[in-house]
């Protein structure tokens, strides 16, 4: 998803973010200068987090940001993202990558959104801010 200049990964029912080789990684453009491959995560001969690769690549080719939305209660893929993080090269990019949370954004949804993940997701706002709601009486 692109707003304006920010690229969004969201994630709300997968399990991951993907693996690739990295002889296949290697072969995109920018990713020599944007990632130190070494401090990427391997499984054998694959680097995890594959999507996340690919949204830094992609912030970085446009002047953009990229931001990862995710479940909190999902702690494994905040990790994997902070890990695809600090294999970026440059601090000035690092800056532009973010993570939210859906619990986070919770608040500011309207109403049906709201509902629909708390019943089919179980995500709920964590109190983080208290957004008045547009569709209560006043």
Known sequence: MKLGDLLVEAKLTETNFQTAPLAKL???RDFEEVFDSAELTRSGD?????????GVLAAYSTGGSFCV??????PDMIEKWHSVMRAVRSYALRCRLKALTWQEIADFLPRPLRRFLAMKYGITS?????APDPEADC
């Open 26 to 28: 290697e072969r995109y």
């Open 46 to 54: 694959f680097i995890l987090g594959y999507q996340l690769i690919r």
């Open 69 to 74: 939305l995710c479940d909190a209660r999902r």
């Open 126 to 130: 964590q109190g983080y801010f208290s």
